[in-house]
């Protein structure tokens, strides 16, 4: 198993039950050469119920509440410092109800991952479980990318489908979804902190684990095709 300093370090911020976050910690926990470790979990909730699961495995954690009338640069400049503070080298967005600013995104180059409840580009925005519901289709799923500037918009890293069952409502759905989830951000998380992503435009390519060199300053987590 890799020393603690040689892992790849990992924040987590959610808004909500964290379930994904606890898919996450459970992967790290049991897999003995995860690359990725979380090191600090944030919220804009104090009643986030994935709080408490990050406390429980001793984890520290950071709550910076958004009010109306706040003022948000200063809200995300908190957050970003709150990050650094924990030398984070990738950002997983876990559930987290919040856009990101470009100069928050420029903090981590092409090491934010978002996961979103249907098959991008397809149902984007807060509302995409009811919003597949609503237009009647009979497949929707699970989507694991990077992070643009664009609202659920970057790169995709992952798919999956998820069957939309005629006596579905809201919450049976994204039960379904979440469990695909569960597998889908551990695995997309680990392939990026080990470096096998290749970015070619909007396509993320996965390399081979013997092709990779370790993450490095020198060598980048995210390889970036310029073609
Ligand atoms: C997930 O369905 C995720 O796709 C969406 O928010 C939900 C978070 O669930 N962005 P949880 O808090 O991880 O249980």
Redesign the pocket.
Known sequence: MPSRSSRVRVGVL?S??????RALLDQQATQADAVGEVVVVGSDRADAG?LERARAAGIPTIVRPLAPGDDRDAWEARLRADLATHDVEVVVL??FMRILSEAFLHGWPDAVVN???SLLPAFRGAHAVRDALAEGVKLTG?TVHLVDEQVDHGPIIAQQAVAVLPEDDEATL?AR??AV?HELLPRCVELLCAGRLRIEGRSVRLLDADAVASPSPDHPRIDRSES
Do not use: K, M
């Open positions: 959610i909500g039950s964290g379930s994904n976050l994935g876990a559930g996961v979103h409840p699970a994204h979804i979440r989830e």
